[in-house]
């Protein structure tokens, strides 16, 4: 009979690491109740402000819980995750930390906001901005084959630092296993995120999280895979959006590009002070390939939600 773990909460590791020994062993069929910290191991609480930044640790960022050891998984199998359940444990935050992001140029200083989460469906932004709350994990991966020490950043074919943030409530996260009994490890809880996380950071949140975990013998993926289990902005699909471009030879110019017209259409629009709508894309604004195949000139669409505003702009 399948059974339910709960993860202890003051277990955690840093890297990936196969000599890393097991704080808990499963079956297959077993769900796991997690409880993870934020991604700065508690370094930045609710009270926090910029200049915290400045004394961040950057040794104790992505503390991960696990490794969670599932009996009879083996390398070549693929290892199934069933989100059944995510809730964000009452705050969270989002930066701008200098040299990182996508417009780390352009935002060069250092620039910390801190949210009470207590509403449990938005994230008050402003008075009349408001992001549905859609919870999930930025990390979830199995050990990485022959892994000795390996940061949590970036992600790779056996999963981790993926931040993609369809992986929520009711999506299943098949991960392809790289060593014996999996390894699993999981964190770095987000409220609210689009796609890209621009800023480099999403809003970063301690969480709770009950995932299933089913062994498929015999099952062979090359990278990680997912299905939802429904549309992929369900929060914000009423009321259309509004969306920038970036044009050009390069994705990742293009997509500097398409964000910085964004941040520009945010602040006029909204008289936002430009780090404020930096921060606001992290948050919500999606990142798309429109276009890959036309001579070498590409199109990269940021798509934001009109959805989040509660008055006319």
């Known amino acids: 009979m399948a059974k339910t ?5 003051d277990v955690v590791h840093f890297t ?3 000599q890393h020994q097991p704080v808990l062993t499963i079956d297959s069929g077993d769900t796991v109740i997690f409880e993870t910290r934020e991604v700065t191991d508690n370094q930045f609480s609710l009270e926090s402000t910029t200049e915290a930044i400045a004394s961040l640790d950057w040794n104790r960022v992505y503390p991960l819980a696990g490794p ?3 009996n009879e998984a083996e390398p070549g199998d693929t290892l199934a995750i069933e989100i059944l359940d995510l809730k964000p444990k009452g705050w969270g935050w989002t930066a701008v930390l200098p040299g990182l992001g996508l417009l780390p140029d352009d935002f060069p200083d250092a620039y ?3 949210f009470d989460l207590a509403d449990g469906a938005y994230i008050h932004f402003r008075e009349d901005i408001k992001v549905p709350i859609e919870p999930f994990l930025g990390t979830m991966g199995v ?3 022959d892994a000795d020490g390996s940061p949590v950043m970036p992600p790779g074919t056996f999963g981790g630092n993926m931040d993609t943030r369809q992986l929520t409530i009711g999506t299943t996260l098949y991960l392809p296993i790289q060593e014996k009994g999996a390894l699993f490890s999981c964190g770095d809880g987000h409220a609210a995120q689009g796609d890209g996380e621009v800023c ?4 970063e949140c301690p969480m ?3 995932l299933k975990f089913t062994v498929l013998k015999g099952k062979s993926i090359p990278s990680p895979q997912f299905q939802t289990n429904g549309p992929l902005t369900p929060k914000v699909n009423d009321k259309g959006f509004y969306g920038t471009t970036g044009v050009g030879p390069d994705l990742m110019t293009a997509a500097q590009d398409a964000i910085r017209s964004m941040v520009d259409y945010l602040a006029e629009t909204y008289k936002l002070p430009k780090v404020d709508a930096y921060l606001l894309s992290s948050l919500c604004v999606d ?3 429109s276009e890959i195949v036309d001579a070498g000139q590409y199109v990269v669409s940021a798509l934001l939600p009109l959805a989040i505003f509660t008055e006319p702009s």
């Open 68 to 70: 969670v050891y599932i």
């Open 5 to 9: 773990h709960f993860f202890p909460n």
């Open 287 to 289: 990142l798309k390939i």
């Open 112 to 114: 910390l906001r801190t």
């Open 200 to 203: 480099v950071s999403a809003l």
């Open 208 to 210: 709770y999280s009950s």
């Open 143 to 145: 050990c990485p084959k």
């Open 16 to 18: 990936w690491d196969k």
